[in-house]
């Protein structure tokens, strides 16, 4: 029986999980082919023409498609609640099955956060999650914005990436 200690050197990143990350990614495509991932999830980076987030026009620096595409629960806990400035969206959804980064292979925490090598915004920078319904329903795809809502989960036992998003009008 081998003595408890962390994983260190070699060992890192070439665990039974991690080596099964490409499979892992294959086998959720299918959900893909099969047509029972209606929602693409998309992250979104970019920058503000004026000095602060919201200031001048939003320039898309970065969009990239979470593939092959991830579990969507909880749409119907979006709420459409009316007021003075009309009709708003309010609420969460969880976004599961995101494949962890192995290689060129799936997402890291930074990757779905939207930064790059963990540096953090720029004040005029924002990133913001797009679910957009895939098209296959409806000729006219909704797409909702969301912000990550806490700290991406990462679950090594289910292979996968958790995000909590909360609904977002701008």
């Not at 050197?9 to 892992?24: E, K, M, S, Y």
């Not at 495509?29 to 001048?56: D, E, K, M, N």
């Not at 970065?62 to 609640?81: F, S, Y």
């Not at 708003?88 to 959804?93: I, K, N, S, T």
């Amino acid at each position: 029986m081998p003595k408890p200690a962390p994983l260190t050197g070699p060992a890192i990143g070439n665990t039974l999980v991690d080596q099964l990350i490409p499979v892992v990614a294959d086998i959720r495509q299918l959900g893909t082919v099969f047509g029972i991932r209606p929602y693409r999830v998309f992250i979104v980076r970019g920058a503000w023409s004026g000095a602060t987030r919201g200031q001048g026009d939003f320039t898309v620096v970065n969009n990239t498609e979470l593939l092959p595409t991830p579990k969507v629960e909880g749409m119907q806990n979006i709420d459409r609640r009316a007021d003075q400035g009309g009709l708003h969206e309010m609420g969460g959804v969880k976004v599961s099955e995101i494949v962890p980064k192995h290689g060129s292979t799936g997402y890291s925490e930074d990757d779905l956060l939207g930064q790059i090598q963990s540096r953090p915004l720029a004040i005029n920078e924002e990133v913001y999650v797009v679910v957009q319904e895939d098209g296959g329903v409806t000729k006219n795809p909704v797409a909702r914005k969301f912000r990550v809502r806490g700290a991406p989960e990462l679950h090594t036992g289910n292979v996968e990436w958790i995000l909590k998003l909360d609904r977002v009008e701008r």
